[in-house]
């Protein structure tokens, strides 16, 4: 998994040409190929801040095209989600054969390991949140079905979660500040509500495996505060075999232990980042999901995150006192 730096304000580079806009978005985001229409004169601006692993750009630009090409993609692997809020003007996605045509208050998730083109013919503002698969909780697949999606503001649970996110592109000064943890993992729970929600993880498909699946996973997120959490545990609690969980898991791509393991390390993540949980111990932290063993917990934390537990709680303690 790639951390990137907490810093202490929003970084904002105004580029008046597009090589200088193009440059800017090969820094900030994963590597694009980006293109201007027409000939007309370019300005852009870039209005950037990273809070954990989490990516928050604001982008005013006039008319350009961003492509993730498969080259660029072999080049480098860094396997993030980015969620894109349509505040102005209008935008194409198009990646796994699907487009998307967004409008001012439409979302859509794309995938940074697929290609994808994003087509802008007029001058445009939008909010993109670049964040690492895992900060949703929800399996690859099932989110593969959503993207070049369009999500409106006008439908559904789009109409309660896209204006907060409007809010926040608005405000993005307040993400770099003491609460920007919390909105922005607000921000990430209500577009994993949303996407929840339209994939219908409720209904029972035709797919048993992928109900299964969910129910299982549904499970896990309840019980990762006990220690006895385990594959015997939860082969029982769902009248199946342990050899049918561990296949289950497997056809997926991962393990059951895998499975529990990062997410308990990404509600822990969440809770240090926390200023709200300054008051409470890296250890009571631990426990609270289901780590007993303080150093088995800080190596595998370092492993997942590039950083030790405490080191994480300082870093963003520091940028929340800025």
Not at 128 to 140: A, C, D, K, N, Y
Not at 218 to 225: F, K
Not at 281 to 296: E, N, T
């Amino acid at each position: 998994m790639i951390s990137r730096p907490n810093p202490a304000a929003v970084r904002s580079t105004v580029s008046n040409g597009f090589r200088e806009f193009r440059d800017a978005v090969a820094g900030s985001f994963v590597p694009l190929d980006v293109t201007s229409v027409g000939s007309g004169p370019f300005w852009g601006r870039l209005r950037t801040v990273d809070v954990d692993a989490v990516h928050v750009t604001e982008v005013t630009a006039t008319r350009h095209v961003v492509e993730r090409t498969p080259l660029l993609i072999e080049a480098a692997d860094p396997r993030f989600y980015k969620a894109s809020l349509q505040v102005a003007g209008t935008g194409l996605l198009i990646q796994d054969g699907r487009e998307a045509l967004l409008q001012p208050g439409d979302l859509a998730i794309y995938d940074t390991d697929r290609p994808y083109s994003l087509v802008f013919e007029e001058d445009i503002r939008m909010l993109v949140l670049m964040f690492p698969r895992e900060s949703i909780g929800l399996p690859p697949e099932m989110v593969g079905q959503l993207t070049a999606h369009r999500f409106s503001s006008d439908d559904g649970l789009g109409g309660m979660i896209i204006p907060f996110l409007h809010t926040v592109s608005q405000n993005i000064d307040r993400v770099g500040g003491l609460t920007g943890p919390r909105l922005v993992q607000t921000a990430l729970d209500l577009i994993t509500t949303m996407f929840a929600s339209e994939l219908d993880l409720d209904a029972a498909t035709g797919d048993s495996h992928q109900v299964l699946m969910q129910q299982i996973r549904g499970y896990i997120d309840g019980h990762l505060g006990s220690p006895e959490l385990g594959p015997t545990q939860i082969a029982a609690a769902h009248y199946i075999s342990t050899r049918h969980l561990h296949g289950l898991f497997r056809e997926k791509g991962t393990t059951v232990s895998t499975w529990i393991r990062e997410r308990r390390l990404d509600k822990c993540r969440r809770d240090l980042i926390d200023p709200l949980n300054a008051h409470l111990s890296v250890g009571a932290i631990a426990a609270r999901w289901g780590f007993l063993d303080a150093a088995h917990f800080s190596r595998v934390f370092k492993a997942a995150y590039g950083s030790s537990p405490s080191e994480l709680r300082l870093s963003s303690l520091r940028v929340g006192a800025s």
